[in-house]
C-alpha cells in the first residue's frame, strides 16, 4: 500500500503539466459524501459511472468491515499490554464506540497491513480520484478528472511589508516625484513606479501596502524599489515582514454557464442575485477561494495566499463548470 | 438580642442591628442609644461587587426586548401588512429578525441598518415561500439605498447560514403582469389597447421561457425582461392596432415604471424570434424585420421547442471549434452563409445556417484584444539601480518651486474677500 506524495505538483511552485499526475476531484470517493463542504463535487449523471461508484462502495464497505475487525483484534492486544486499569477501559470504550460507528473515517488505523490502495488514510481530504478498480495504482488522466489545459492568469497581487522605522508623509510628498497626499481624504502617501507598473500605500507607521503587480517576483521587486525611495529621502528605511496578502486570477473556459442551475446544486457554497451582481459567488471551502463566476464563462478566482492555491481552485471549479455545458 | 453586648447607657440586652439609610448601626432598642455604627464609606476593594455594570455586559439585555428590537419588530409586521402577506410569512420574518438581533455585530449597527434588516428578513421569508419580492420593491417601500441593502442582505444570510432560493421567476411574471392596468378601458387607456388577463399572462409566460433558454435572462436583472415580454405579449395579441404604440408609452399607458434595460432585451428577444422565424418556409418568403415578426409570434411560440432547436445549434461544443477554425470566418450570425457553402448544401433552398445559442455579452466581438502578458523573468531579488530610483525623487530646485509654489496658493486661499 503506499499513498502518494499528498502534496499536488504545482503546491510545490510549477505549473500542473498536462497528463501528469492530477490531483482532480475525488468524484468517485464515496468517503466524501456530496457537500461535505470541504472539496466541490461534480454532479454526474452518466449510468455506467453510478455503476462504478456503486462497485466501490461495497469494495469499500467491506474493507471498512475488515479493518474494524483487525483494529478491535489490535486494541485488545493493546489491553492487555497496557497497566493501568483506567487507560484500558478507555480503549476499550473507544474500541466499542469505533465497532458501532459505521465510517473508517473515525477509527484510528493502527496498522497499515492490510489497508487497500483505495482507501484514503482520515485525516486526509482525498485530492486524488480514487481508482476505477482496486488494486490498481491510481492512473492519471481518467477521463472524468482531465486537466483542463486552462492556466488562470494572475491580474493582481497585494503585499504587504514594514519599514521599520516611523515615516515623515509631508516630507516624502514634498521631495517624492511619484508621490500624492491628501491628509484629509486618506492618511497615507500614494506612491506610483513605473517598472513594474504597481501603486504603494506608504503609512506614517512605517508599515506598506503595495498592490498591481502581476506576479509574487514583480510584487517584491517593486516593494524594494518603494523602500529603496523612502530610504534615499533620507529615512532609515528596512526590509522587515515582506507578505503577500491576496491574489487574483482570472481565466477563461470558453463556454456559457447556467448560472441558475449551478446555484441549485451547490446552494450552499454559491450565491447568486441577478438583481445585485451579474456573477455568481462561489466560495470554495478547500482551498479558501473566492471565485466570481460569470454566464461568459470567465472565472475571477480571489482569496489565494499563494500561486498554488488559484491552480487548485480552478482545477476543482472546472469539471464543476463542464458538468453545467451539456444542460444547455 | 442576646450575647451581642450591654447597651452602655441602659444596660438592657436588647441591641438591634439596624441601618441609618446606608450607614448600619447597632441601637439599644429601649433607650434609642447608638452602640456601634458602621463605616459610612467603603474602600475601593470593598466596592468591587458594588460598581456599576454597563448595560450591554449585563444580562439585561437577554432578559427583556429592547426598545430598538421592539421597533424592528413592529416594522416587520407592519412591512408584512403592507405587502399584504399571509400570516404565516409575518411569524417567520419575525423569528428571523429576533434570530439577527441575537449577534452583536447587529445589535451595534446603525439604525439605518437595522431598518434595512427589517426588509432583508421579509425579503428571505418570502424567497422560502417562493413569494415574488423583488429587492427593488423593498428598497422602495424602505426608501433604502440598493448598495446597503444588498451588503445588509448578503451579510446576514451568511451570518444566519440560511439557504435562500433564487427569485421564482413564473412568480413574479404572474404578479407584475397582473399589475399592469390595461385589463378595464379607463380614459387613458382605449378600447383597442384593453387585454384579456389571462392571454396575456400565459404569452408572456412562454415569452419569458423562451428568453430563459436562449440565454436571455442569466446573470441579467430579471424585471426588464419580463417588462420586454409582456410588451411583446401585449403588441402580438392585436398587432394591427397596437405596432404603433412605443415601449415607453406602453408602459405609461400601463402605469408601470419602464425600467431602463427593457429596450435592449426587447431588441435582443425580437432578434431571437426573428432567427426562429427564418426557420419557418412561410415565414421566411416574407422577409420579416424586428416590427413585422410580433404578428406572428403566436405561431413562432406554438412551435417554439422545434424551432429553437433548429434555428441554434449548442454553442458550447461550438465556440472550441471557433477558435481552431482559421481566421477568415467572421463572428456569430455571419457565419451562416460560409457555413452552408462549406457544407456543400445548396443555399437557397436550406433555411440559414443555424447561429450560435450563446448569451449575448459572448456574440459582441471583444471590445479589445487583450495582448498575452509577456512572460516576465524578473525574480524579485534583482540589483535596483541608484538612476533608477532617482527618476523618482525631485531635485532641490524643484523642491523649492513646490514649497513656493504651495505658500503662494495658501496665502491666496486665506486672502480674505474685501468687502
Known amino acids: ?328 | 438580642m442576646p450575647g451581642r453586648g450591654r447597651c452602655p447607657d441602659c444596660g438592657s440586652t436588647e441591641l438591634v442591628e439596624d441601618s441609618h439609610y446606608s450607614q448600619s448601626q447597632l441601637v439599644c432598642s429601649d433607650c434609642g442609644c447608638v452602640v456601634t455604627e458602621g463605616v459610612l464609606t467603603t474602600t475601593f476593594s470593598d466596592e468591587g461587587n458594588l460598581r456599576e455594570v454597563t448595560y450591554s455586559r449585563s444580562t439585561g439585555e437577554n432578559e427583556q426586548v429592547s426598545r430598538s428590537q421592539q421597533r424592528g419588530l413592529r416594522r416587520v409586521r407592519d412591512l408584512c401588512r403592507v405587502l399584504q402577506l399571509p400570516p404565516t410569512f409575518e411569524d417567520t420574518a419575525v423569528a428571523y429578525y429576533q434570530q439577527a438581533y441575537r449577534h452583536s455585530g447587529i445589535r451595534a449597527a446603525r439604525l439605518q441598518k437595522k431598518e434595512v434588516l427589517v426588509g432583508c428578513c421579509v425579503l428571505i421569508t418570502c424567497r422560502q415561500h417562493n413569494w415574488p419580492l423583488t429587492m427593488g420593491a423593498i428598497c422602495t417601500l424602505l426608501y433604502a439605498d440598493l448598495d446597503v441593502f444588498s451588503s445588509t442582505y448578503m451579510q446576514i444570510v451568511k451570518l444566519l447560514g440560511l439557504d435562500v432560493p433564487s427569485l421564482c421567476l413564473a412568480e413574479l411574471v404572474k404578479t407584475y403582469c397582473s399589475s399592469f392596468k390595461l385589463f378595464q378601458a379607463s380614459p387613458s387607456v382605449p378600447a383597442k389597447y384593453v387585454e384579456d388577463k389571462e392571454k396575456m399572462l400565459s404569452r408572456t409566460l412562454q415569452l419569458v421561457e423562451l428568453a430563459n433558454e436562449t440565454w436571455l435572462v442569466t446573470g441579467r436583472h430579471p424585471l426588464p425582461v419580463i417588462t420586454a415580454a409582456t410588451f411583446l405579449a401585449w403588441q402580438s395579441l392585436q398587432p394591427a392596432d397596437r405596432l404603433s404604440c412605443s415601449l415607453a408609452r406602453f408602459c405609461k399607458l400601463a402605469n408601470v415604471d419602464l425600467p431602463y434595460p427593457a429596450s435592449s432585451r426587447l431588441q435582443e428577444l425580437l432578434a431571437v424570434l426573428l432567427r426562429m422565424a427564418e426557420q419557418l418556409a412561410w415565414l421566411r418568403v416574407l422577409r420579416l424585420d424586428k416590427r413585422s415578426v410580433v404578428k406572428h409570434i403566436g405561431d413562432l411560440l406554438q412551435h417554439r421547442q422545434s424551432l429553437v432547436r433548429s434555428a441554434f445549434r449548442d454553442g458550447t461544443a461550438e465556440v472550441e471549434t471557433r477558435e481552431k477554425e482559421p481566421p477568415g470566418w467572421g463572428q456569430g450570425q455571419g457565419e451562416g452563409e460560409v457555413g452552408n457553402n462549406s457544407l456543400g448544401l445548396p443555399q437557397g433552398k436550406r433555411p440559414a445556417s443555424p447561429a450560435l445559442l450563446l448569451p449575448p455579452c459572448m456574440l459582441k466581438s471583444p471590445k479589445r484584444i487583450c495582448p498575452a502578458p509577456p512572460v516576465s523573468t524578473v525574480t524579485g531579488d534583482e540589483n535596483i539601480s541608484d538612476s533608477e530610483i532617482e527618476q523618482y525623487l525631485r531635485t532641490p530646485q524643484e523642491v523649492r518651486d513646490f514649497q513656493r509654489a504651495q505658500a503662494a496658493r495658501q496665502a491666496a486661499t486665506s486672502v480674505p474677500n474685501p468687502p
Do not use: W
Open chain 1, 1 to 328: 500500500m503506499d499513498q502518494n506524495n499528498s502534496l499536488p505538483p504545482y503546491a510545490q511552485g510549477l505549473a500542473s503539466p498536462q497528463g501528469a499526475m492530477t490531483p482532480g476531484i475525488p468524484i468517485f470517493s464515496p468517503m466524501m459524501p456530496y457537500g461535505t463542504g470541504l472539496t466541490p463535487q461534480p454532479i454526474q449523471n452518466t449510468n455506467s459511472l453510478s455503476i462504478l461508484e456503486e462497485q466501490q462502495r461495497q469494495q469499500q464497505q467491506q474493507q471498512q468491515q475488515q479493518q474494524q475487525q483487525q483494529q478491535q483484534q489490535q486494541q485488545q492486544q493493546q489491553q492487555q499490554q497496557q497497566q493501568q486499569a483506567v487507560a484500558a477501559a478507555a480503549v476499550q470504550q473507544s474500541a466499542s464506540q469505533q465497532a458501532t460507528q459505521g465510517t473508517a473515517g473515525q477509527a484510528p488505523q493502527l496498522f497499515h497491513s492490510q489497508t487497500l490502495t483505495t482507501a484514503p488514510l482520515p485525516g486526509t481530504t482525498p485530492l486524488y480520484p480514487s481508482p476505477m478498480t482496486p488494486m490498481t495504482p491510481i492512473t492519471p488522466a481518467t477521463p472524468a478528472s482531465e486537466s483542463s489545459g486552462i492556466v488562470p492568469q494572475l491580474q493582481n497581487i497585494v503585499s504587504t511589508v514594514n519599514l521599520g522605522c516611523k515615516l515623515d508623509l509631508k516630507t516624502i510628498a514634498l521631495r517624492a516625484r511619484n508621490a500624492e497626499y491628501n491628509p484629509k481624504r486618506f492618511a497615507a502617501v500614494i506612491m506610483r513606479i513605473r517598472e513594474p507598473r504597481t501603486t504603494a500605500l506608504i503609512f506614517s507607521s512605517g508599515k506598506m501596502v503595495c498592490t498591481g503587480a502581476k506576479s509574487e517576483e514583480q510584487s517584491r521587486l517593486a516593494a524594494r524599489k518603494y523602500a529603496r525611495v523612502v530610504q534615499k529621502l533620507g529615512f532609515p528605511a528596512k526590509f522587515l515582514d515582506f507578505k503577500i496578502q491576496n491574489m487574483v486570477g482570472s481565466c477563461d473556459v470558453k463556454f456559457p454557464i447556467r448560472l441558475e442551475g449551478l446555484v441549485l446544486t451547490h446552494q450552499q457554497f454559491s450565491s447568486y442575485e441577478p438583481e445585485l451582481f451579474p456573477g455568481l459567488i462561489y466560495r470554495m471551502i478547500k482551498p479558501r477561494i473566492v471565485l466570481l463566476i460569470f454566464v461568459s464563462g470567465k472565472v475571477v478566482l480571489t482569496g489565494a495566499k499563494v500561486r498554488a492555491e488559484i491552480y487548485e481552485a480552478f482545477e476543482n471549479i472546472y469539471p464543476i463548470l463542464k458538468g453545467f455545458r451539456k444542460t444547455t
